[in-house]
């Protein structure tokens, strides 16, 4: 239960990625296996930290590692996530004949850049957290 946002966040990743029509099958592999393989990495990075540092009373090493951690694979995640949005906005507004269409769809930046800052936001409060 501890990473289910992460699990969703991925899930939902993979998902946009892997109906996307824009993207050839192959490049579709390769993202979802590093995404895959950051979770991963994610993961096992934070338990390591947790058994080297976690103890009663939490010590500040502890925060300080895990609050570093989180902010470092922090662009692993989001920045090819922004590389792959903008790819798809772009060949998706060329693509579009109608200027009706094309003014929508570049008006549907504006949420969906606010959701992926809102994740990000998540993402390093939730999982990064120092108090």
């Given at each position: 239960?501890?990473?289910?946002?992460?699990?969703?966040?991925?899930?939902?990743?993979?998902?946009f990625?892997?109906?996307?029509k824009?993207?050839?099958?192959?490049?579709?592999?390769?993202?979802?296996?590093?995404?895959?393989?950051?979770?991963?990495?994610?993961?096992?990075?934070?338990r390591?930290?947790?058994e080297?540092y976690?103890a009663?009373?939490?010590?500040?090493?502890?925060w300080?590692?895990?609050?570093?951690?989180?902010?470092f694979?922090?662009?692993?995640?989001?920045?090819?996530?922004i590389?792959?949005?903008l790819?798809?906005?772009?060949?998706?507004?060329?693509n579009?004949?109608d200027?009706?269409?094309?003014?929508w769809?570049?008006?549907?930046?504006?949420?969906?850049?606010?959701?992926?800052?809102?994740c990000a936001f998540?993402?390093?409060?939730?999982?990064?957290?120092?108090?």
């Open positions: 239960m501890e990473y289910m946002f992460l699990y969703l966040m991925v899930g939902a990743i993979l998902a990625v892997i109906q996307s824009m993207i050839n099958r192959w490049i579709k592999g390769l993202i979802s296996t590093y995404y895959l393989v950051i979770t991963f990495v994610f993961i096992n990075g934070r390591n930290i947790e080297q976690y009663v009373p939490v010590p500040d090493e502890y300080d590692r895990n609050s570093g951690w989180v902010y694979i922090d662009g692993f995640f989001f920045w090819p996530l590389a792959i949005l790819f798809s906005y772009v060949k998706w507004i060329l579009s004949k200027t009706f269409k094309r003014v769809i570049i008006i549907s930046i504006l949420p969906v850049g606010g959701i992926l800052l809102f998540l993402f390093g409060f939730g999982y990064g957290y120092r108090p």
